[in-house]
């Protein structure tokens, strides 16, 4: 065997030289939607700005402790009895004492007669969400005396608060500070939101999700197209100025980026949301790009589409739907009774900041919608920065370093958070990435160390 064979550098210079190919390979052939991993609806929709329940504790018979996860500590909690006043309780560790006798099914009693509206609310008042409970305590002996053997009495909970063991997330996890802008781009966005979108302090997010939505409709009339490549690494300011200035056009991307900027600089969390669906990046099943929007009023996150001027959707109590919800909904065709905010702009007319959204059946603005959301479907919530993804032209990385830097991160451990009914590669192709990276890592590290 040749002396150059034996010699230990020389193999782990090859097996560096493998490791460095593999990863390239890996690389330049991923798929372009394919840096994602599948999540669960309530990591993404309860996050710990609204209160939720971890578990609950049973302090004797007739006592519960919930254990509250919420980012804050309310001074106390005002507890209501079907809508009474009833007590006050300590802001760190409140509790429901149960009233009225247990459900034992005497004398023709029903189930519902039994049940209690059980009412937290935190103290001072509006420093948050009531939190409520309907709830029925069922005596052991009900199930005894027909023939059931049951170890102890249960008490039935109606709640519509989250309870259960998830990971919640603060809605700042979602939202884009951009401040790797610069000061400069930064000014001349507020001053866009105060002089030409006519924002004001006083607005409610919904109002203000108006305006820009507006200022955007109206501003870009004939800025629709295909955008160019640059714009895939440029920041929001510089697209909308582009749009505006009618040097370039853009679709739904351009739309809802430059939307998120512009919520988040107005003081409404908000965050990209995409459906982008493809295999071997050449079939495509689906293709879109939207926001969302967080709703403090109601805890709510809520689906915005500033490409079809839709400002907010709401079912039939009035309650914001977010993107999970309407995908659901779209897919069985069952919208009666939801409504869309739209601020759709007319030819010729001159709007005022002020001029209001109109509130219209979803099922008449939703072709988008229900041609997005089919079986396929894997919405994906980006994460910070809200820079897009490289795709087949590298040279984009040298233009911004946080456009590189942030993909770098995406590709290798801060996947895009994904909704699907379908099972998902990302936990295949995240192992893989990872695997072959820190082999790299490892054995460039043996070889200086072997070299030193």
């Known amino acids: 065997m040749p002396p150059l064979l034996t010699d230990p550098l020389v193999w782990l210079a090859l097996l560096t030289l493998m490791l460095l190919g593999a990863n ?69 560790a409140p509790w429901i004492e149960l009233t009225g006798p247990d459900f034992t ?10 049940r209690h509206t059980y ?21 052991r002996d009900f199930y005894r005396r027909r023939g059931m053997r049951v170890p102890h009495d249960f008490i039935l909970i109606k709640t519509e608060v989250p309870v259960g063991r998830f990971k919640r997330l603060p809605v700042s996890h979602w939202t884009d500070h951009y401040r790797y802008l610069g000061a400069a781009k930064l000014a001349e966005a507020d001053r866009t939101i105060k002089d ?16 820009i939505i507006r200022h955007l409709r109206t501003t870009w009339k004939d800025a629709g197209g295909v955008p160019k490549d640059d714009f895939r690494w440029a920041d929001p300011l510089r697209i909308y100025e582009e749009m505006r200035d009618g040097s370039g056009k853009g679709w739904c991307t351009q739309n809802a980026q430059a939307f998120t900027f512009f919520a988040n600089r107005a003081g409404i969390a908000t965050r990209f949301v995409f459906g982008a669906t493809m295999q071997d990046n050449r079939l495509v099943y689906n293709g879109h790009s939207w926001a969302e929007c967080y709703l403090p009023g109601s805890g709510r996150w809520v689906y915005v589409d500033p490409q079809a001027s839709i400002v907010a959707v709401h079912d039939r109590r009035g309650r914001p739907l977010n993107s999970a919800d309407l995908f659901h909904l779209c897919r069985h065709d069952a919208l009666e009774n939801v409504t869309a905010l739209v601020c759709s702009p007319e030819p010729d007319r001159i709007y005022t900041p ?14 988008v919608a229900r041609q997005e959301f089919n079986e396929q479907t894997i919405i994906k919530y980006r994460l910070p920065p809200n820079v897009e993804d490289v795709r087949d032209i590298y040279s984009m990385l040298l233009k911004s370093p946080t456009f590189a830097w942030t993909n770098f991160k995406r590709y290798l451990w801060q996947p895009a958070p994904a909704y699907s009914l ?5 936990a295949w192709v995240y192992g893989w990435r990872r695997m ?13 160390i072997a070299l030193a």
């Open 436 to 448: 072959l990276f820190v082999g790299l890592l490892g054995s460039v590290t043996a070889l200086l």
């Open 24 to 92: 390239l390979w890996l690389f330049l052939n991923r798929g372009w939607e394919s840096s994602h991993r599948a999540t669960d609806y309530a990591r993404l929709y309860h996050p710990l700005d609204t209160p939720t329940i971890r578990r609950w504790r049973r302090q004797g018979r007739r006592r519960l402790l919930p254990v509250i996860v919420w980012h804050r500590k309310p001074a106390q909690w005002q507890l209501l009895v079907d809508g009474q006043p009833h007590a006050t309780l300590p802001g760190d």
């Open 354 to 367: 002020d001029d209001p959204a109109n509130q219209v059946p979803f099922a008449s603005v939703s072709r």
């Open 196 to 211: 030409l979108m006519g924002i004001r302090p006083a607005d409610e997010p919904l109002v203000r999700m108006t305006k």
């Open 119 to 139: 009412t937290l609310r935190p103290l001072p008042a509006g420093s948050g969400p009531d939190m409520e409970f309907g709830l029925t305590a069922i005596d």
């Open 422 to 426: 379908l099972p998902t590669e990302g």
């Open 105 to 114: 099914g005497e004398n023709g009693a029903r189930l519902e007669d039994h």
